[in-house]
Each structure stands twice: as C-alpha cells, then as structure tokens.
C-alpha cells in the first residue's frame, strides 16, 4: 500500500517473492493454512496473465 501498487505481484524490491517477509512469514502461513490458499502461488499467477484475468480464473 505504501507504494501504491494494486497488489504485491507488481513490486520490483524482490525477484522471488519468498523473499519478502511480510509475504512469506509465520502469520501468513499460518492464515493460508486456515483459509487453503497460497499468496505467494497466486501472486505469481498475477505477474504471469494479469490481475483482471486472475480475478475471472477466480470467480
């Protein structure tokens, strides 16, 4: 949010994003778990095809 970005796959700080620790920490495991999603896999679906097409992959 700080950099405006419309989600964490347009960041450029960060080649992988596993890198990034308010990513890929304790509490976002731990929510992913509870919730049976994976931000990180679904971030990098959104760098590959766009976040409009992943919004209707995702409906």
């Not at 994976?38 to 409906?59: V, W």
Request: glycine content about 4%; aromatic content about 10%; charged content about 35%.
């Amino acid at each position: 949010m700080n950099n405006e970005y419309d989600t964490c796959a347009d960041c450029k700080d960060f080649q992988e994003l596993r890198e990034c620790k308010k990513l890929n920490n304790i509490v976002s495991k731990i929510f992913g778990f509870f919730s049976e999603t994976n931000r990180i896999e679904s971030l990098n679906r959104i760098k590959e095809i766009g976040l409009e097409k992943f919004k209707s992959e995702n409906i």
